[in-house]
């Protein structure tokens, strides 16, 4: 059962990348990267475990911290520089790679170390640097400026390289999505082994444990890709719930649902798979219900997902089949589906967007696009009873003549239900990468034992 590495060669990987992302990069032009840098805690000497900075393990495939790369377009030749460690670093981290044992571990032309980089540029006739620099369009965070001894001898050109980086990572090569096969195929496994393994009385970080152990232990997943989301009962209405404030500790109740957004990591490569099921095996009738309107919105999207359809239409989908849900089971009252999209009651429920690309990292663009041929992106519409946006919405003159409020006010310890699932946009549709119980027989199988896929 353990397979700790897909069949994929990733030193050929990474050379079919940099090869792209210099034949987009202006004629004559010289970009330097720089990798991430070891990191501590607070003011103590314990080292975080390390995860190389995504854009330079998209070009490099590096693991170590403190390198810096070279991207040459004139001559399409790659160049690492690597630290100069001195007798300590062998005796705390083992023995330290040879220049020829980097060259031949990464695949590129030249290895030098760190304190050459200035004279290396100088010697190729570099005036002008291209680097990265730039806002993170998802979080707000800036990208570490580019600084190494030397610089001020060359001119830095920052207005390009963030997006000719950010349009290569766009779409997939093959062998990339063989990656990311095999890290979904391990998280899924992982949800359904928690499923599997769920009952009333555990925690919430008991299931993430048995995720986080299942990844590593059969998938060698030493990283996960965000923070576990191990929502049960109402703490599966926060959106990000796991971080500090909201440490998955609850226990899991008898009754409630357990909503559990967790996807582990593989060469810096994510999943993101959300599923939703009942703390004891078996939905009531209202959770049926609750269930059964996401289920039919992220089955609407994955039907028409294809290259040219635009991704906000695809959000309009999810929202349309939602409120056509809430309006059946009437939780909306009063109006039609187009009155109801006009005054935005589905988004009361499904307040975040419907997915996100993916890849290096979850992701670098927002979705105003249309959609392409090996893109990947996650499919993850939701209902949820929030009381931040339902109470005030119950109270607007506006709005409160088309909710339900005895309804709704009697779900409002409910939760949520997230169905979450990666897809890679193929030629003439998409194809799901994950594999997961979804239907809700499918799903009491899996909790009473059945294996899956259930047959």
């Known amino acids: 059962m353990v397979a700790t590495s897909p069949d994929v060669d990733l030193v050929a990987m990474h050379a079919e990348i940099r090869a792209a992302v210099m034949g ?11 990798g991430g840098a070891a990191a501590f805690r607070h003011d103590t000497d314990h080292e975080h475990l390390f995860r190389q900075e995504s854009h330079f393990h998209y070009l490099f495939g590096v693991n170590e911290p403190g390198l810096y790369g070279v991207l040459h377009e004139s001559t399409r030749t790659a160049t690492l520089l690597v630290p100069r460690h001195g007798v300590e670093y062998e005796i705390w981290c083992g023995k330290l790679p040879s220049q020829s044992m980097y060259k031949e571990r990464y695949g590129v032309d030249k290895v030098m170390f760190v304190d050459e980089l200035s004279a290396y540029l100088s010697d190729l006739g ?3 640097i291209q680097v990265l620099q730039g806002v993170n369009s998802d979080s707000g965070t800036a990208i570490s400026p580019m600084a190494f001894d030397g610089i001020e001898r060359f001119e830095v050109d920052g207005s390009v390289l963030l997006e000719i980086l950010t349009e290569a990572r766009l779409i997939k090569t093959a062998k990339e999505l ?7 195929d391990i998280s899924s496994k992982a949800h359904v082994h928690v499923m599997q393994n769920c009952r009333p009385g555990l925690h919430e ?5 048995m995720f986080v152990h299942f990844t590593e232990f059969y998938g060698g997943c030493r990283y996960q890709s965000y923070t576990c989301i ?3 009962g109402p703490n599966g209405a926060v959106l990000h719930y796991g971080h500090a404030g909201a440490p998955n500790d609850a226990p899991v109740k008898d009754g409630g649902m357990c909503l559990l957004d967790m996807g582990a990591e593989w060469h810096c490569y994510a999943s993101d798979i959300t599923c939703s099921f009942p703390a004891n095996g078996k939905f009531s009738p209202e959770q049926r219900v609750i269930y059964e309107i996401v289920l039919e919105a992220q089955r609407a999207v994955e039907s028409v997902a294809r290259p040219g359809v635009e991704w906000a239409d695809m959000h309009s989908l999810a929202l349309r089949v939602i409120g056509t849900g809430l309006l059946r089971h009437r939780f909306l009252v009063n109006a039609t589906v187009d009155e109801a999209m006009a ?7 499904m307040p975040h967007g419907l997915g996100h690309l993916m890849g290096p990292s979850l992701s670098r663009l927002r979705m105003n696009r249309p959609l392409q041929a090996g893109m990947v992106v996650t499919n993850e519409p939701g209902l949820y ?9 119950l109270n607007d003159p506006k709005l409160s003549t088309f909710l339900n409020r005895d309804k709704i006010m009697d779900h409002l310890t409910f939760g949520g239900i997230r169905l979450e699932d990666d897809l890679v ?20 199988r899996v909790m009473a034992g059945a294996d899956f896929p259930c047959i």
């Open 126 to 128: 570099v005036k002008k």
């Open 205 to 209: 970080f008991q299931l993430e444990a």
């Open 425 to 444: 946009i193929t030629e003439n549709g998409c194809r799901n990468l994950t594999r997961v119980p979804r239907s809700v027989e499918d799903i009491e």
């Open 24 to 34: 987009r990069m202006p004629p004559g032009s010289t970009a330097v990267f720089r």
């Open 178 to 184: 063989a990656v990311m096969q095999y890290v979904n």
């Open 385 to 393: 009873f929030i009381e931040a946006l339902l109470l005030p919405a």
């Open 343 to 349: 005054l935005h009651l589905p988004d009361l429920f």
């Open 230 to 232: 191990c929502g049960s």
